[in-house]
């Protein structure tokens, strides 16, 4: 059963945005869970931007609403607390850190896995918060957590 067809395939479906909260509480709270078309979202404001996100992380599906938010190489990031697994806040790229095998000596670098963790559109519109879930037509690792027996629907009052 599927009702508003929240589980069609990402590359099918257009959602509409939904209210989820108002932007005098997030700006206090700096976080803020919801559930969008039967979708559990994390949405953070942090140094004047609204960042969402699906709630579960793409590695194994660890609570990022749960997680801390440092910069890695100038880039903001919340930090996975199952593994601290880095996932950037604007494109939900994974980072990580690599070395140079054949030069030890080098600094580490931080690089991209591409993108990881599926990014929602925020909105405000007079005082309110609005998530547009994305439709963007590929498969993102934490759709799997995000869908069938893995998702797990939280009270969001
Ligand atoms: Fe997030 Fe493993 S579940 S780092």
Request: net charge negative; with cysteine.
């Amino acid at each position: 059963m599927d009702p508003d067809g929240s589980e069609q395939d990402p590359e099918t479906k257009k959602y509409s945005s939904v209210c989820v909260g108002r932007e005098e509480d997030i700006k206090k709270s700096e976080r803020m869970t919801a559930v969008v078309h039967d979708r559990e979202v994390v949405i953070f404001y942090h140094r004047g931007e609204y960042h969402a996100m699906d709630i579960r992380c793409y590695h194994s599906g660890g609570p990022l609403h749960l997680g801390e938010i440092e910069e890695f190489d100038g880039r903001p990031c919340i930090v996975c607390p199952w593994h601290k697994y880095k996932i950037t806040l604007a494109t939900g790229e994974g980072l990580y850190q690599s070395i140079n095998p054949k030069d030890p000596s080098a600094k580490p670098k931080w690089c991209s896995k591409g993108i990881k963790q599926r990014i929602h559109t925020v909105t405000v519109d007079n005082g309110n918060i609005y998530v547009t879930l994305s439709n963007e037509p590929f498969k993102c690792d934490s759709d799997f957590y995000a869908t069938g027996v893995f998702k797990v629907i939280q009270s969001s009052s």
